[in-house]
Each structure stands twice: as structure tokens, then as C-alpha cells.
């Protein structure tokens, strides 16, 4: 039986880019987020920067993510919202946590709880992924922090969050 070590090392490179998927279905592989703001994302691709309108990004696959935060990202994608949770907030404690990955386990974390029935524990989670409001999760925070608050009947803290999306800022 031989192994060959290349097949595997290819694959890691691979797995270390980031992805990003446009509404519509297409994505942009192998590239270098830099800069993720709902106005634009920057990103690298092979040797150049380039920028891209944060409305027109349906989500980024981060290839660097620890990882607790893709055990959570595979719970979450195949329903299982209880395990996924838990992934998360280890995520969130692992030292080193890149800024972003506190961003985005917090929205994910709202998800879950939302999703699996918990509205009242999803919105301090939702509320601390809007806590940065430039951020290109902001608007979809916002929007899960409305339903989890019109699901736990406090309907002039969802008619607040929902009338700052209505706006027209975030082309929604």
C-alpha cells in the first residue's frame, strides 16, 4: 500500500482560503478576506486586492477558522442546534480568536437558539453581533434579533430593530 503525501497537502492549502458566496449561487474560491464591512469586503485574490459590495455576499466560508467554530458550522448546516451551540461558545473562549470569529459565533449562536425554539437566549447573542454596526453581519443580526424578540413578545424592541433595517441603508 503506498501513501502519497501531496494529495493531502494540496487539500490543507485549499482549506486555508476563504470563500465567498454571492446571492445567486456563484462564489469567488481561494481568496483572502481582509476587511468584511456591510458597505464592502476586501478581499485578495491571487496577487491583487479587490473590493466587492457587502449586499451582493450571501456568506463567507472562512478557510482558517478554528476548530470548534467549524464543528459548529457543520452541527448548525446539518440541524443539530444543541451541538452546535456548544461548538460555538468554545469558539468563543478559544485564546486567539480572531475578531471575526467573535462576530460570527455570536450570530450563529442567536441562529441556534432561534432556530432550536430558545428565542430568549438568542438575543443577547444577536445583540452582541450587532455590536459592530459597520460589520456585514449587521443587518441579518438585526433582522434575528427582531424574530427572537417579536418571539418573545417584546414587540417595540422588534418594531425598533426592524424599522432600522426598513430604512433603505442596507438595500433590504
Given at each position: 500500500c503506498l501513501v502519497f503525501a501531496a494529495p493531502s497537502v494540496a487539500l490543507a492549502k485549499d482549506q486555508s482560503k476563504d470563500t465567498i458566496i454571492l446571492v445567486g449561487g456563484k462564489s469567488i474560491k481561494d481568496v483572502t478576506v481582509n476587511g468584511?464591512?456591510?458597505?464592502?469586503?476586501?478581499?485578495?485574490?491571487?496577487?491583487?486586492?479587490k473590493t466587492i459590495e457587502g449586499k451582493?455576499?450571501?456568506?463567507?466560508?472562512h478557510g482558517k477558522a478554528p476548530r470548534p467554530y467549524k464543528a459548529g458550522e457543520g452541527q448548525r448546516k446539518g440541524g443539530q442546534y444543541e451541538k452546535a451551540i456548544a461548538y460555538y461558545k468554545r469558539a468563543?473562549?478559544?485564546?486567539?480568536?480572531?475578531?471575526?470569529?467573535?462576530?460570527?459565533?455570536?450570530?450563529?449562536?442567536?441562529?441556534?437558539?432561534?432556530?432550536?425554539?430558545?428565542?430568549?437566549?438568542?438575543?443577547?447573542?444577536?445583540?452582541?453581533?450587532?455590536?459592530?454596526?459597520?460589520?456585514l453581519l449587521y443587518p441579518r443580526a438585526l433582522i434575528g434579533?427582531?424574530?427572537?424578540?417579536?418571539?418573545?413578545?417584546?414587540?417595540?424592541?422588534?418594531?425598533?430593530?426592524?424599522?432600522?433595517?426598513?430604512?433603505?441603508?442596507?438595500?433590504l
Open positions: 468584511e464591512a456591510f458597505a464592502e469586503v476586501k478581499y485578495r485574490a491571487k496577487s491583487s486586492s451582493k455576499i450571501l456568506e463567507i466560508v468563543l473562549k478559544a485564546s486567539g480568536a480572531k475578531p471575526w470569529v467573535k462576530i460570527y459565533a455570536n450570530f450563529y449562536l442567536g441562529e441556534c437558539y432561534r432556530l432550536g425554539g430558545k428565542s430568549e437566549g438568542a438575543v443577547s447573542f444577536y445583540k452582541k453581533a450587532c455590536a459592530d454596526k459597520a460589520h434579533l427582531a424574530q427572537a424578540q417579536a418571539a418573545t413578545r417584546s414587540w417595540s424592541d422588534a418594531i425598533k430593530n426592524l424599522t432600522k433595517i426598513s430604512e433603505g441603508r442596507y438595500g
